[in-house]
């Protein structure tokens, strides 16, 4: 089958001879009908060029989650890439390793060090004993270690992603709190718990992320708060009062900021609004780096995106770089630190 197909590197006019997993398949209706695939490999995705109506014969019985090996070659429409096919089939689950197929973060084992090193830095006691009925939990591990940060396109979109996401947000809610004097370790506690729901509002098994029907009808962060809820009801003694209860479930249900983004109460304590603006934060920022990865926006040099990214509130991003004299160029600024 030759090597992977690099979506961040291949050129228009490149030959793919080579195994993709089938994203999603978009049937479009009405006058002008028609079929586009979405391909792709855990280095991206592109889409199909159309399969017109009466000439979607190749396409036929293909369904979402499908292993397929595609011959063609990618070509550009209105400064967009996408793949001409001459040859689609079905291949053997199984036959590619699912890692060459989904993206992922990789090694978890430097975020769940640093959440576990977090949780033995909380002195409330009752604090860490709600944290523990999670992250002593080894199946909440499994799949809080796998489960992506978003569905689709969104951000921390990778398996792995739920994990790096949750660090990150501790990381800036930790330094947040500390300039704004508010509870860092109520802040970070609530951080390692805000995103919990993720782990049911998500599939993720056949390398495909989709939104589960629990998450669709419910959302993550509602459905987080039941679980956290529902474990605390399960201890024999509670671990924290009825008030502690009600900051914690506060402080989870409040973290999207706004109801029209899936809250259905407001930030209304300093710790609340500290883990919004920190989640907020690390979606945003991560938005825009993947962006800036992605050749879908930026494709070659290019300094502006070819469309609005849907994660930093469909601006058309720039893409510019400036050294400022600094002696080695494209690094982080080592004098700052880095270590939140």
């Known amino acids: 089958m030759g090597d992977m197909l690099d979506f961040k590197t291949i050129a228009i006019g490149a030959d793919v001879h080579h195994p993709l997993l089938l994203l999603d398949v978009l049937v479009r ?5 028609r079929t586009i695939l979405v391909l792709g490999n855990r280095t991206g995705r592109i889409d199909s060029s159309p399969f017109w109506a ?17 011959v063609g070659k990618v070509s550009s429409y209105r400064d967009a890439r996408q793949l001409e096919a001459v040859s689609i089939r079905p291949l053997p689950r199984g036959s590619v390793p699912l890692t060459d197929l989904v993206p992922s973060v990789g090694d978890v084992d430097r ?3 640093y959440l576990d090193d977090m949780r033995t830095r909380v002195t409330a ?4 004993a709600v944290l523990d009925l999670f992250y002593n939990d080894d199946t909440f591990r499994l799949a809080y270690e796998q489960c992506p940060g978003s569905p ?4 921390h979109a990778a398996l792995g992603g739920l994990l790096q996401h949750t660090t990150e947000v501790v990381r800036i809610g930790v330094a947040m709190a500390r300039v704004a004097h508010a509870d860092a370790e109520l802040v970070a506690a609530a951080a390692m718990l805000h995103d919990i ?3 049911r509002s998500y599939a993720w098994e056949t390398g495909v992320f989709e939104i589960t029907e629990p998450g669709r009808m419910i959302g993550h962060v509602v459905l987080g708060a039941m679980m956290l809820h529902d474990a605390i009801a399960a201890c024999t003694a509670p671990p924290c009062t009825d008030d502690e209860i009600m900051v914690l479930m506060h402080l989870v249900l409040s973290h999207h900021g706004k109801l029209e983004y899936g809250s259905p109460v407001r930030p209304l304590t300093l710790e609340a609004d500290v883990l919004h603006r920190a989640d907020d934060a690390s979606a945003g920022t991560a938005s825009i780096t993947e962006a800036y990865d992605s050749p879908e926006y930026f494709a070659g040099d290019a300094r502006v995106a070819s469309r609005g990214v849907w994660g930093a509130d469909n601006r058309r991003l720039m893409r510019i770089t400036a050294a400022f004299g600094r002696p080695s160029e494209g690094g982080e600024n080592e004098t700052v630190d880095q270590s939140g």
Request: charged fraction near 25%.
């Open 152 to 155: 689709g396109t969104g951000h």
């Open 29 to 33: 209706s009405g006058e002008h009908a």
């Open 125 to 128: 006691p009752r604090l860490r």
């Open 111 to 113: 975020y769940w060090q």
């Open 54 to 70: 009466g000439r979607d014969e190749m396409v036929r019985g293909l369904t979402k989650g499908m292993l397929v090996q595609v």
């Open 197 to 199: 729901g993720k782990i």
